[in-house]
């Protein structure tokens, strides 16, 4: 009688809810029916169901009446669930979209839009280290190169540099001369100019003063020479009565503006002039000496930082160095 009520409910059920899938066994959804019964209702609900379905069968002996009283209790049953989770529902509705809220507040607060602030300030730090690295590197590199640009570096000792060559020009007493004069001797040139305000001067007194120091330390004949770099106003005489303000050794030699060019070019020796206002104006040029062997080869050159201790002291140890 029981298995009988059971298979009313289980009929019933099946009526209200969606369709199963049609199962291959006749027996199989007879147990699923079963089991869904028993997943929908508590076993209080469920032995009810069954009392009722009983006693419906006893009081009225039909099927029918069996059925109506299982599927009265049935859907007693089921009310109960629904109810539960309409309970559920409003009571925890709030609860669950203030959760939903809360954690669509803490998204927008950790993300706050497309960067966010963590990200944004990763990115100010590693752009301003870029920039500080590479200004930093700019002024290394510009003070490399300002560095290599003023220092006065002595020759290279592997090879030669390509200093010197082939000139004509007229030295002070108005003969022509050329490199060749010069061979056999060891040869000390300085580019100036006569209208020269203090450099020209500072420089050939030193010379000078070396040249002598040379001569009394290590008994060397260095030959001093003066080329100017100024042929519209050095004349042969004004080179003459120049040179000889300094030393009695001293060479001058001056040319035309095409030699003087010549000469300049093949010791690298650069010259302009600056302030011009009618006849009176300077010439910028190079501030070096340059020091020849006796094959008038290029051996080293001297800037303007050398005392003139310190360039008889090079002199000497450039000429003691070429004859080992």
């Not at 590479?134 to 000792?157: F, G, M, W």
């Not at 303007?304 to 140890?317: F, R, V």
Request: with cysteine.
């Amino acid at each position: 009688m029981r298995s009988h009520a059971l298979q009313l409910v289980a009929r019933a059920v099946r009526a209200s809810a969606p369709r199963p899938h049609p199962q291959r066994h006749l027996h199989q959804w007879q147990v699923a029916a079963l089991r869904a019964s028993t997943g929908f209702f508590s076993t209080e609900a469920a032995a009810g169901a069954s009392a009722a379905a009983t006693a419906g069968a006893a009081q009225g002996g039909s099927k029918s009446a069996a059925a109506a009283a299982a599927s009265s209790g049935a859907a007693q049953a089921a009310s109960k669930p629904a109810a539960v989770a309409s309970g559920s529902d409003g009571g925890g509705g709030g609860s669950g979209r203030d959760g939903k809220s809360q954690q669509g507040d803490s998204g927008k607060s950790v993300r706050g839009g497309p960067v966010s602030w963590l990200s944004f300030l990763l990115l100010l730090v590693t752009g301003g280290g870029i920039i500080v690295y590479y200004d930093k590197e700019k002024k290394r590199h510009i003070e490399e190169l300002k560095n290599s640009t003023n220092s006065v570096k002595p020759a290279q000792s592997v090879g030669t540099a390509a200093i010197g060559g082939p000139f004509t020009l007229l030295n002070h007493d108005g003969k022509t001369v050329t490199e060749k004069d010069f061979l056999g001797k060891w040869t000390l040139l300085y580019f100036g100019f006569t209208h020269c305000p203090d450099i020209c001067p500072d420089e050939l007194q030193k010379m000078a003063a070396a040249i002598n120091k040379i001569k009394e330390k290590a008994k060397l004949e260095i030959v001093p020479v003066f080329i100017s770099v100024d042929p519209e106003r050095d004349t042969v005489e004004q080179v003459h009565d120049y040179v000889k303000e300094f030393h009695q050794d001293l060479i001058g030699l001056t040319g035309t503006s095409d030699e003087v060019r010549k000469v300049a070019r093949a010791y690298r020796v650069y010259y302009m002039k600056t302030e011009e206002e009618g006849s009176d104006y300077l010439v910028d040029h190079s501030i070096v000496m340059y020091l020849m062997n006796p094959k008038m080869e290029f051996v080293k050159f001297f800037g303007k930082n050398y005392d003139e201790d310190t360039l008889a002291e090079g002199i000497i140890k450039e000429v003691r160095e070429h004859k080992r």
